[in-house]
């Protein structure tokens, strides 16, 4: 019996041991201390979101934002070069041979009043480019960017037995205005700093719910144009419009003309918009004046596209003013704005890589596949250089997944980006937010 019993035992032990191997086998393990690290790091992380989203700046303003992620950059052991493309702030971690990965963390807030009753709500007040006061809101979620971003950074610093390269961690002004990725690449991002081989981001979704995570190869947000019309005509006295050339019936022609250049010219099977988002002219009734401006803004997603409906909209304009009988000098004139926003295209083989990462980090169910959309990121310029690194940006859930349930059960909707009432899920969002961007990291880092 007592023989009997010993290899009982014996097989116990064996089969314990199995057992513990299949339940730590190096995904899971991995998982496992990426799992006790973010909870362990939650606090910090807490505070430093709360300090974030309580003091925004606008865009190229964000002086003390660029100060306070520069000094987080420091403590985690990063070489931190400051002032990139004017306040933005590069931190190199090497750890050995291997890649190089970027990761991006846009900084800038929106001029937005807050109306979201948080106790940590922004009540900050500043003046804009134009000298003028105005509140300030992150109603884009960058503060949540922000502190995954850092997050992901501590994680990585603190357990570099999991990896072997480079990292290269950015924290970049003025994503809103579209140009804070043209400053850095300007001041030298790759020529002053290591040329990555792959560049990773996020975005928060005010409509996912915090825990997930959305994906999509390709083509994934638009060119963004931002266009000026001016329409010129003769004045004169609204009783008499036959001695004048009326600008606000030929800005009506053209808003009209302009309808057909996506309908008419573009194929159905491409994305583009045009629209007139704003049209001034005249100062009363009963007189004709000599301009109507508008503004308008183009979105597309190859080269291709958007250069065809620029020239459409230039034959157009050139066209109401040979109607009007005008002389050249006084056709429609077109200005572009300088803030053009490129499309954002993600690599599908490193979108194939990360998304199965983060689907072992996060449990496939957690992972959705989203559609395009016509929105812009300026992201998109990483990926644009003579280098070509191949760039992936994903959608962090950060809406609380009960009201989720109830927008979608009642058909109402959730406060979007840029709104005045967007406050995403501390908690889960930035928790997975880290875990995703890790997972990520060490998939094209990680030691096999």
Not at 344 to 368: F, S, T
Request: proline share 6%.
């Amino acid at each position: 019996m007592k023989a009997f019993l010993c290899r009982v035992a014996v097989l116990r032990a064996a089969l314990l041991t199995g057992c513990l191997f299949l339940l730590f086998s190096p995904v899971q393990a991995q998982r496992a201390t990426v799992e006790r690290a973010v909870d362990a790091d939650y606090p910090y992380l807490e505070d430093f979101y709360k300090t974030c989203h309580s003091h925004p700046e606008l865009s190229f303003y964000e002086f003390e934002t660029s100060k306070r992620v520069a000094d987080e950059l420091r403590k985690a052991g990063f070489e931190v070069t400051e002032k990139v493309g004017g306040t933005g702030v590069v931190g190199v971690l090497r750890n050995g041979e291997g890649p190089v990965v970027l990761v991006r963390a846009d900084m800038d807030a929106l001029p937005v009043k807050e109306e979201t009753g948080l106790p940590y709500a922004s009540t900050v007040q500043a003046k804009d480019p134009q000298g003028k006061e105005v509140y300030v809101m992150h109603a884009c979620g960058h503060d949540i960017h922000m502190t995954v971003w850092l997050g992901t950074a501590r994680f990585l610093a603190t357990h570099r037995d999991l990896w072997a390269g480079t990292l290269v961690f950015i924290g970049q002004p003025a994503e809103e205005r579209g140009g804070g990725s043209k400053a850095m690449l300007a001041d030298g991002l790759y020529e002053r700093f290591p040329v990555p081989d792959y560049a990773l981001a996020l975005h928060v979704k005010a409509d996912m719910a915090a825990g997930k995570l959305g994906y999509h190869a390709g083509y994934s947000l638009a060119n963004v144009d931002m266009m000026n019309i001016t329409v010129y005509g003769r004045g004169g006295h609204g009783a008499y419009p036959h001695t004048t050339v009326d600008p606000v019936v030929l800005a009506a022609e053209l808003v009209l003309q302009l309808q057909t250049v996506v309908s008419r010219n573009v194929s159905p099977l491409e994305p583009a918009v045009v629209t007139v988002g704003s049209i001034h002219g005249g100062t009363k009734g009963n007189i004709i004046g000599n301009e109507v401006k508008l503004e308008l803004t183009l979105r597309s997603y190859t080269d291709e596209t958007r250069q065809l409906v620029i020239s459409r909209i230039e034959q157009i304009c050139k066209g109401i003013g040979l109607s009007a009988g005008l002389p050249e000098e006084m056709w429609p004139k077109i200005e572009m704005a300088d803030d053009f926003t490129p499309a954002l295209y993600n690599d599908p083989a490193l979108v194939e890589r990360i998304v199965a990462a983060q689907k072992e980090m996060l449990g496939a169910e957690q992972l959705v596949q989203s559609a395009p959309v016509m929105g812009g990121e300026d992201f998109a310029r990483y990926g644009r250089t003579e280098e070509k690194v191949p760039i992936f940006m994903f959608w962090l859930g950060a809406a609380d997944p009960v009201k989720v349930e109830e927008a979608e059960r009642e058909g109402t909707t959730l406060p979007s980006l840029h709104s005045s009432r967007f406050a995403p899920l501390p908690e889960p969002t930035i928790k997975t937010g880290v875990k995703a961007m890790s997972a990520g990291v060490l998939e094209l880092l990680g030691k096999k």
